[in-house]
């Protein structure tokens, strides 16, 4: 019992000494800065579902972005923190998990998961409150909300539906002899849905004659009923709106039929992903797709190659794609574009923020950024891109440039297309 | 006067939904109620027919989701009242189930269960290629910024999410206590023994199908309010089958506070794993729980109530 007694007479002795040592340290710490609040960026992302295999890749580029920040010193002399929540890639969870990270977390400022599916749901909560709104690869989120303070990253343009596939029909316009009809398939869901209605209108455009225009379900297993009926009328051009798994059924499907229009390609999301340029190497040569930042040198901007090496380092060990070039990049520059306006406008005031976003030109790692009025790209950059001389399945031929050389737009453009599709193959 | 305790406690707890709103201006404590409070809509409605009944309806997400579309057929013909696409999503829902029942019901066994499991896949393929409600591109349904008496759209909802709940465990409770409920009990036990006894069954079953029904609906009508985009895949989620049949297996299926205690529990459970686990183990909650329950207490948290207060008491 005494033992006891000396025992809790020492422990207060020494709590006092803690205290009055805190309280010293904290008097002479000059004005203790570091200990000023965090900035707080909060989002939810998609870590398991559907999309997590993305979402996952997205949060690890933008802990690399928040690591790169601090070590830099911060944002206004203060630490970036992020606050991330699971959306289990189900929109109904979307509202609360924004509602908490702004009533009770208490966050500066929110972006935006990843999908449109992700974004439409938060967005009545940050037009409510007037928050300035990064977003992460939602195609034409805004054009029914129409909220100034929304910014898109991807880069599909001022006319998202439109703008995601032109690049492709100008290609064919240019070619001689000059494509005459056009087979427009697509997945039954968001995406491949708006790709191929943009197509269509592309299409029409361009005096195109479509001679196949169907949809197919997002389950479907087996695409080589699909691609024969498209075989069986002949097109000269096929532009295919697809999600990863399906992307790679048709390409499969259309090597086993024997496919060979003069073009072919165009949405086909999954080949960007490392997982699938391995599995199918040599079936991509020929195929003109759809990208936003490929490893050639007229997009070599200046950090990206830096991200890339951090990326690429961690992703083994987070188990995401390990070249990282579809969407890490872009959740890397959608907090920098934030990050150099709360820089610049030395302020976490919403309106300001958003003012200063709109009105400037950011210089990022996916090359410069301008917004326009409906918070989209400005101008667009998707890029269509070509697969040429790929000869086997390894990864590490990606990494180089001169695999995927970039077609469209003339201003990116890193090499010549191989026409017809049959002769790249 | 047992009953007019209940409903005491009833509209004490609209008005505490009611006054909750003119207190609370925390967004997140709406949005998780939302949640929470259609799930024990869900729950009560699905266990009319699980618990009572003894027809498993695996097929909870297409009667909600109906509600959801009909809700949004409406807004986009008519830009209905609110009160009107809740009343319609219910009915149309009731209809639903009252069709299926009529086509399955005369059968016994596992057909019906089948029936309701097609029925999720059918209406989605429907909904993917029905343009007019967006198909499988989805649809974007503004909520309106402010709504008189309440000091925003949510808070709104959420009034009217207590309150459709409320009645939908007002209903369930009155089920019970009825000859109703009495039938419905008997047919869950033995059938033949029931008909021999002279119980309606087809027009008891037709009836519970017909009620279930209607109240998924109601609390599906409001979705499009509160997501703000609704596209096939999470109007007919299966998270929706699965909860609406978890909830009152955890809860206990005999009584109608069973529903509303698995949907309580299990509901702010998810809520609160969201934010806070953050990583695939909240998926496996519903499962564990679920299979725990099923091992350990058959008759789920009230049934070991119960049984623990009997044992107590004698």
């Known amino acids: ?425 | 006067m047992r009953g007019r305790t209940l409903l005491g406690i009833a509209i004490a707890v609209v008005i505490g939904g009611y006054l909750t709103t003119r207190f609370v201006s925390h967004g997140y404590f709406y949005f998780a109620s939302y949640v929470i409070l259609q799930y024990i809509m869900l729950a009560t409605a699905w266990n009319i027919l699980g618990g009572y009944t003894g027809y498993v309806n695996f097929g909870s997400a297409a009667f909600f989701a109906v509600g959801a579309y009909t809700s949004i057929v409406l807004i986009k013909a008519f830009k209905a009242y609110f009160i009107f696409l809740a009343l319609a999503g219910g009915l149309a829902s009731a209809l639903l189930g009252l069709g299926i029942g009529y086509l399955t019901l005369r059968l016994r066994g596992v057909f019906f269960s089948i029936a309701t499991l097609a029925l999720a896949v059918v209406l989605q393929t429907a909904v993917i290629n029905w343009e007019y409600v967006g198909g499988a591109r989805g649809i974007y349904i503004l909520r309106a910024r402010s709504m008189p008496f309440f000091s925003s759209y949510t808070e709104f909802l959420f009034f009217m999410m207590v309150l459709f709940a409320v009645l939908s465990v007002a209903a369930a409770w009155w089920i019970e206590n009825s000859w109703v409920g009495r039938g419905l009990a008997a047919i869950r036990d033995n059938e033949e023994a029931a008909e021999c006894m002279g119980v309606p069954t087809l027009r008891l079953k037709l009836f519970a199908t017909t009620v279930s029904g209607f109240i998924m609906g109601l609390a599906g009508a409001p979705f499009p309010y509160y997501v703000t985009y609704v596209e096939p895949s999470s109007a007919f989620n299966l998270d929706y089958a699965v909860n609406s049949l978890a909830m009152p297996m955890i809860g206990g299926t005999t009584s109608w506070l069973g529903p509303l205690v698995g949907a309580v529990l299990l509901g702010a459970a998810q809520q609160i794993a969201t934010v806070t686990i953050s990583s695939a183990w909240n998926l496996l909650i519903v499962g564990v729980v679920l299979v725990a329950f099923v091992i350990l207490a058959p008759e789920g948290i009230v049934g070991l109530a119960l049984r623990l207060a009997r044992r107590k008491g004698g």
């Open chain 1, 1 to 425: 019992m005494k033992r006891t007694g000396r025992f809790w007479v020492r422990g207060w002795t020494l709590a006092a000494w803690l205290a009055a040592a805190s309280l010293l340290s904290g008097a002479w710490a000059p004005a203790a800065r570091a200990a000023e609040k965090p900035i707080k960026i909060g989002f939810g992302m998609a870590l398991t579902g559907g999309l997590a295999a993305n979402g996952k890749a997205a949060l690890l580029s933008m802990q690399i972005w928040a690591d790169d920040v601090n070590a830099k010193g911060g944002l206004l002399g203060r630490k970036v923190e992020l606050v991330v929540y699971d959306d289990q890639t189900k929109p109904a969870a979307v509202p609360a998990i924004y509602t908490k990270l702004l009533d009770v977390d208490k966050v500066n400022f929110v972006v935006s998961g990843y999908g449109t599916n992700l974004i439409a749901p938060a967005m009545p909560i940050v037009m409510e409150r007037g928050l300035v709104f990064m977003g992460l690869f939602g195609l034409a989120v805004n054009e029914k909300f129409q909220y100034k303070s929304y910014f898109q990253i991807m880069p599909s343009g001022p006319s998202p539906m439109t703008d995601w596939s032109r690049g492709f029909f100008d290609i064919a316009a240019k070619q001689t002899p000059k494509p005459t009809t056009v087979a427009l398939v697509g997945a039954d869901a968001e995406f491949a849905i708006n790709a191929v209605s943009g197509a269509r209108q592309n299409a029409k455009k361009m005096g195109l004659k479509i001679v196949y225009d169907k949809t197919y379900p997002p389950a479907t297993v087996d695409y080589t009923p699909i691609v024969r009926a498209i075989k069986a009328t002949n097109p000269d051009v096929v532009f295919v709106g697809s999600y990863p798994p399906d992307s790679v059924g048709m390409v499969q499907a259309a090597h086993e039929v024997g496919l060979k229009p003069k073009l072919f390609g165009g949405g086909m999301v999954g080949l960007q992903y490392a997982a699938f340029l391995a599995r199918l190497g040599p079936k991509l040569n020929g195929i003109v797709n759809y990208d936003f930042w490929v490893p050639e040198p007229t997009l070599n901007f200046p950090g990206i190659e830096a991200f890339l090496k951090k990326y690429q380092a961690k992703a083994a060990q987070a188990g995401v794609d390990p070249l990282g070039h579809y969407l890490p990049p872009w959740s890397y520059a959608y907090l920098e574009v934030l990050g150099q306006a709360i820089t610049a406008t030395k302020s976490t005031d919403q309106k300001k923020v958003a003012d200063y976003i709109r009105s400037h030109e950011f210089t990022t790692i996916v090359g410069k950024v301008k917004f326009g009025s409906n918070g989209e790209w400005a101008t667009s950059r998707v890029l269509q891109v070509q697969f040429q001389g790929i000869k086997d399945s390894k990864i590490d031929q990606f990494h180089k440039p001169g695999k995927r050389i970039v077609v469209y737009p003339e201003a990116w453009k890193s090499g010549n297309i191989q026409y017809p599709y049959s002769s790249a193959k």
